[in-house]
């Protein structure tokens, strides 16, 4: 192993591997792409040949268009790119989401691009892959990031839609309209009323019941006119304060993301309720996959990467912040710069939390 000649290195065009001629996750049109996952910091348009995972092929294709040429690989497959042996595994992230193993005259890299450890109802399991070198995320790379069990999370979304119903009105639902979307609908209960979507979320809908993720009964709501209390509509974070929303009449507004752990994040998205919902690793998640890798090598990227990077050292690892334009967690402008306060106690009675005793007028 020469770490002056690294299996892959980072160019302009995103992280390369010379000796199979590939990029993981390029953030420019290359022609041969190895994708971890279809968000679009990770995939990116215009390449001449993308591989990805089984799984991901259907969301894949409906963000890069028909004539994209997609390779698959089934997870724990090898592929041989040029003489190097590329497998996928689940990273648990999104449908699809892979982390990706490079061999190469006995070094093994993994890169991880987004993770997260608990198992949800719409992507294989995160699986850890023993390694040399490992590349993680940091999004949630300090220690105030926890989060709580999604059943208690769905336990809170389900209780603010039926007190929404209860009180005629509609619960407008905000979260990411690619993997956020569809874990929120599977995580709905179908009986407390009609569950709508905005045309983003249903597109991905689509793409995730063909690959054979159950999803509960969902309507595209862009034609629909009429009475709208009691129904849940599930719609992207950009379609906030827009005019489509008007036609809903009286609603709440909610958010969910691993951001509203923060104080005044709920604030600032002007949403009526924050849920603490990430599908990203949080701090023991992330020190934890790291420590099963095994790895000699830890690289960092997009996110506390500073703070992840530290603590490693000084736990005697070696560890290095890379440089990528991975994003992490979207709509993250809520992100604090340093110190963030906590919003609330996630061991503590979530009703009971400050989110909790304020209803908008
Ligand atoms: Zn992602």
């Keep these: ?17 010379e000796a199979g001629n590939f990029r993981v996750d390029p953030w420019r049109p290359v022609d041969r792409a190895v994708i971890t996952h279809a968000h679009a910091d990770h995939a990116c348009w215009g390449c001449r040949r993308y591989l990805t995972s089984a799984e991901g092929q259907h969301v894949l294709r409906v963000r890069m268009g028909r004539e994209a040429v997609i390779d698959t690989s089934k997870f724990g497959e090898a592929v041989d790119l ?12 999104i449908l699809g989401s892979s982390q990706v193993r490079v061999e190469h005259r006995g070094e093994v890299w993994v890169i991880s691009g987004d993770y997260k ?44 839609w039926r007190s929404n119903r209860e009180a005629g009105k509609a619960s407008l639902l905000f979260g ?63 379609a906030h304060g827009t005019p489509w929303t008007r036609k809903f009449g009286a609603t709440s507004t909610g ?26 690793v949080d701090w023991h998640g992330l020190l934890g996959a790291i420590d099963a890798t095994a ?23 070696d560890a290095q912040a890379l440089a990528t334009r991975f994003e992490g967690e979207p709509d993250s402008n809520v992100a604090p710069e340093a110190e963030p306060e906590l919003d609330d106690d996630p061991d503590a009675n979530p009703d009971a939390g400050p989110l909790f005793g304020e209803e908008k007028s």
């Excluded at 793409?207 to 009964?217: F, K, N, T």
């Excluded at 990467?305 to 736990?315: D, F, M, P």
């Design 1 to 17: 192993m020469d770490d002056s000649d690294p299996l892959l290195r980072l160019t302009d065009h995103g992280l390369f591997c």
């Design 82 to 93: 040029g003489g190097v042996r590329v497998s996928l595994h689940p990273a648990g992230h």
């Design 117 to 160: 450890i608990e198992p949800d109802a719409t992507c294989s399991p995160f699986e850890p892959v023993r390694c040399d070198v490992f590349v993680t995320e940091s999004t949630f790379g300090l220690p105030i990031y926890r989060w709580a069990p999604q059943a208690a999370v769905f336990a809170e979304v389900n209780a603010w």
């Design 176 to 238: 990411y309209s690619l993997g956020k979307a569809q874990r929120l609908l599977a995580g709905l209960d179908p009986e407390i009323g009609p569950i709508y979507t905005h045309g983003a979320v249903e597109k991905l809908n689509r793409a995730y019941r063909e690959s054979g993720v159950p999803l509960p009964p969902t309507q595209y709501a862009g034609l629909r006119k009429g009475d709208w209390a009691g129904a849940m509509i599930v719609a992207p974070p950009s």
């Design 255 to 280: 958010f969910a993301s691993g951001w509203m752990r923060i104080r005044g994040a709920r604030r600032r998205k002007a949403v009526d309720r924050g849920f603490v919902l990430s599908d990203h």
């Design 295 to 317: 790895a000699r090598k830890i690289l960092v990227t997009h996110g506390y990467s500073a703070v992840v990077v530290k603590l490693l050292r000084e736990r005697g690892l």
